[in-house]
């Protein structure tokens, strides 16, 4: 079945640094998500993208959708001690279902 | 507006017993999902219900798992009996489809943890 490759699988980084994940996969996607999940709740979509090739940013933080439709990345600008937490990627194509990431988990030292 | 609704939030229970858990999706919302999310894993689509109907259940263990959607409202996710392995949180979402072949948004509710020993 498809499968996404989510890197790293953490991160240790300090309060103020630039964070960058990515995720790939062996099939082609029509919709890329990126979701973070905080220790018990559910996951929250951080930004959606559509098209291949398109960039839209949510703040702090900024996500691309791959040429190749194969691939997505998402970078945080900055950090906070809030952006603690495991960040998800996941891909769908049309009329079918979501499939996640195993997760980045992002640690911030103070 | 009032989110994606779960409970319990937590359940022990010992293997070869049976629980279910609750979801109420947010006001309006005709599509329903349960996803499994094992330690360490992302979550995993269980069972997808378009109002009262299912959609996708090819990744649900039908011999010991089951959930319904009686009044395309609220749903219930029943596992009997339970496993080791069964061990997760069960997520519940839901979406608002716009049409065919357009996004969707999955709203997450909080999740149950179960724990089987």
């Known amino acids: 079945g498809q499968q996404l490759n989510q890197s790293p699988q953490s991160m240790f980084i300090q309060e103020g640094e630039d964070v960058s994940m990515n995720c790939t996969s062996s099939s082609i996607f029509n919709t890329w998500l990126w979701y973070k999940q905080d220790p018990g709740e559910g996951p929250v979509l951080l930004i959606a993208?559509?098209?291949?090739?398109e960039l839209t940013s949510n703040g702090r933080l900024t996500a691309q959708f791959g040429i190749t439709r194969k691939d997505s990345f998402l970078n945080i600008s900055a950090s906070i001690p809030s952006d603690v937490g495991i960040y998800f990627c996941?891909?769908?194509?049309?009329?079918?279902?979501?499939?996640f990431g195993k997760g980045t988990r992002l640690h911030i030292l103070p | 507006e009032a989110g994606v609704a779960q409970s319990p939030r937590y359940k022990i229970i010992e293997k070869r017993q049976s629980v279910a858990f609750w979801c109420n999706p947010i006001s309006g919302h005709a599509t329903l999902y349960w996803y499994q999310q094992i330690l360490g894993q992302g979550p995993k689509l269980l069972i997808q219900?378009?109002?009262?109907?299912?959609?996708?259940d090819s990744q649900l263990p039908k011999d010991r798992f089951s959930a319904e959607r009686l009044k395309g409202v609220d749903s219930t996710l029943k596992i009997q009996p339970a496993k080791l392995e069964d061990s997760a949180v069960y997520l519940c979402a839901s979406s608002s489809r716009p049409g065919w072949g357009l996004p969707e948004t999955q709203y997450f509710g909080p999740g149950t943890r179960l724990l089987v020993l």
């Open positions: 993208l559509y098209k291949a090739g």
């Open positions: 996941a891909g769908q194509s049309y009329g079918d279902k979501i499939i």
């Open positions: 219900f378009q109002n009262n109907g299912v959609v996708d």
